[in-house]
């Protein structure tokens, strides 16, 4: 029996597939606690129907898409509105980027192919594909998910773009009760690991603490005692972006796999 995570304190901080992590976590003596710091998300109805009446009357030199669920959701909207061929003709007239291999393909279904998009699904990985062009003075639309990504915004904004931010789903805060607790559990010492399993239980956890003013107390504690586990590129860039360098990160991006990395890096630790 593999016992790599006996003694060890292992948060969830995600909101799905709690169970089936914490009977992993189980099996390896560890004490799983879940501590949810991703609150619930909503679709942005009314706000995006202005958005979309906008976007199939404007012209847009690029059209910037972050995820496929995103693609998805507007095009199902925009079909609701009965706006749907108008919506194509702008998607199809304006250059395309993308992040990631599902926003890729969900792209693909309406036969798209991305003038730029990232190698390794990250926000910044999708910057680096932008850079070989001109947006001086270039009309862009960015399709957000739930929250903003305040490094591409701000690097199209540097850049002279005039920017047309639309956000399909918006990210409602978790409970204030939860993230406290969880922040005084980690600055007490008593957290040995913390899985994220997405890069809006990072913000959420950082814009709750820079309010209470923990920030400062929160990273020191994850670059001494506390490890921070991320189930991916995008979560790991997360952490960075926040200060966090001391990180585990499998090479398969699936939640089971994450807490393996766990216990091999544990288990590494014991042998010296």
Not at 146 to 159: K, V
Not at 170 to 185: A, L
């Amino acid at each position: 029996m593999n016992v790599s995570l006996l003694n060890k304190t292992v948060v969830l901080a995600a909101s799905r597939k709690t169970n089936e992590m914490s009977k992993i976590i189980e099996k390896q003596q560890g004490t799983p606690l879940v501590r949810s710091l991703q609150g619930t998300v909503f679709l942005n109805d009314q706000e995006v129907r202005k958005d979309l009446e906008r976007d199939v009357e404007e012209n847009y030199d690029w059209m910037i898409f972050t995820t496929g669920i995103g693609v998805n959701a507007l095009l199902d909207m925009a079909k609701d509105m009965n706006i749907k061929d108008q919506y194509l003709k702008s998607i199809n007239e304006a250059t395309i980027a993308a992040r990631g291999y599902k926003t890729f393909a969900a792209l693909k279904k309406i036969g798209v192919t991305p003038t730029a998009k990232d190698d390794d699904g990250t926000i910044k990985g999708l910057i680096a594909s932008l850079q070989p062009y001109d947006f001086n003075g270039k009309r862009v639309m960015v399709q957000l998910h739930g929250e903003n990504a305040p490094s591409l915004l701000e690097y199209l904004i540097e850049e002279g773009a005039i920017v047309f931010p639309i956000l399909p789903y918006k990210h409602v805060d978790p409970k204030p009760e939860t993230v406290e607790r969880f922040c005084q559990e980690v600055l007490a010492g008593e957290i040995d690991a913390v899985c994220f399993t997405a890069a809006i239980q990072v913000r959420s956890l950082f814009k709750y603490a820079k309010e209470k003013r923990y920030s400062r107390s929160i990273v020191d504690a994850f670059m001494t005692h506390t490890m921070a586990v991320a189930v991916g590129k995008v979560t790991a860039e997360a952490l960075h972006e926040e200060g966090i360098d001391r990180i585990v990160k499998p090479d398969l991006e699936r939640m089971g796999a994450m807490i393996v990395e766990l216990s091999n890096y544990y288990e590494e630790i014991e042998k010296y």
